[in-house]
């Protein structure tokens, strides 16, 4: 064979295939990389929540400003805390506690809305378990709420799911264990969860789930609500995340 023929027939090949070869391990790299941003991971979301509730207080809508921390770091309505401290400082003064959350966000950014319902009277359920005998302070109110967080790398859907002692007074609650615990006044009570459903941006796919804890006692309609709980992304039909 003539060696022209071969040099040239082999610089064909080598300007062809290394393309090739240059974007598949770019492809890889780039996939490796995607699924890095998508490990299953704990997550930490604190939120201050302001309430607009309607003229009975069972429902309402709400504004945010948060911080979330973990497997996703990300933030929204201009959150001013620096540190746990500065973060539940409104929650423990007491007097003024309104006006130091008011200041707890920067530019607060439209959320979601709740609708609270008031407890059943002991006994009038079969089969519900109740949180408050007869004649106690009151029971808990059930709590659900749907909310948007608004990052700045996308959105993220999530719903809460609770209940909330909306008495001015401590509710004694009988745990599944035979424990008791005391819920203080405008807090949520031992059972409060959260699901995250999806989002839009780095956030789609994304689901979760965890626990929540919201405190308003010194600040309604302000109200410190912080998230924990882990996180993963979910492919769609096409094994993409978009």
Not at 110 to 128: D, I, R, S, T
Not at 160 to 174: D, I, L, R
Not at 190 to 196: A, E, F, G, L, Y
Request: charged fraction near 10%.
């Amino acid at each position: 064979m003539n060696r022209r023929f071969v040099t040239a027939l082999a610089a064909t090949a080598a300007a062809v295939l290394f393309p090739l070869i240059v974007t598949q391990v770019g492809a890889a790299g780039a996939a490796g990389v995607k699924d890095q941003q998508h490990q299953t991971g704990a997550i930490t979301i604190q939120s201050w929540l302001y309430a607009v509730p309607s003229e009975n207080v069972l429902s309402g809508t709400v504004w945010d400003c948060f911080k979330i921390s973990g497997a996703i770091t990300d933030e929204g309505g201009g959150p001013t805390w620096t540190d746990a401290s500065s973060y539940h400082a409104p929650n423990t003064t007491t007097s003024g506690g309104i006006a130091a959350a008011a200041n707890e966000c920067a530019n607060k950014v439209p959320a979601g809305g709740f609708v609270l319902v008031p407890p059943p009277e002991a006994g009038q359920y079969q089969f519900a378990q109740y949180t408050a005998a007869p004649e106690s302070p009151g029971g808990l109110s059930t709590l659900y709420a749907v909310h948007t967080i608004a990052g700045q790398k996308g959105d993220i859907y999530i719903t809460f799911a609770g209940t909330y002692n909306m008495t001015n007074s401590v509710v004694p609650v009988k745990l599944s264990d035979g424990s008791t615990v005391d819920v203080q006044p405008l807090t949520t009570g031992p059972q409060c969860t959260w699901v995250i459903t999806g989002g839009t941006g780095a956030y789609s796919g994304l689901q979760g789930s965890g626990t929540c804890f919201a405190n308003a006692e010194n600040t309604f309609p302000w109200i410190n609500h912080t998230e924990n709980g882990t996180v993963r992304w979910v492919p769609g039909p096409n094994g993409s995340y978009s």
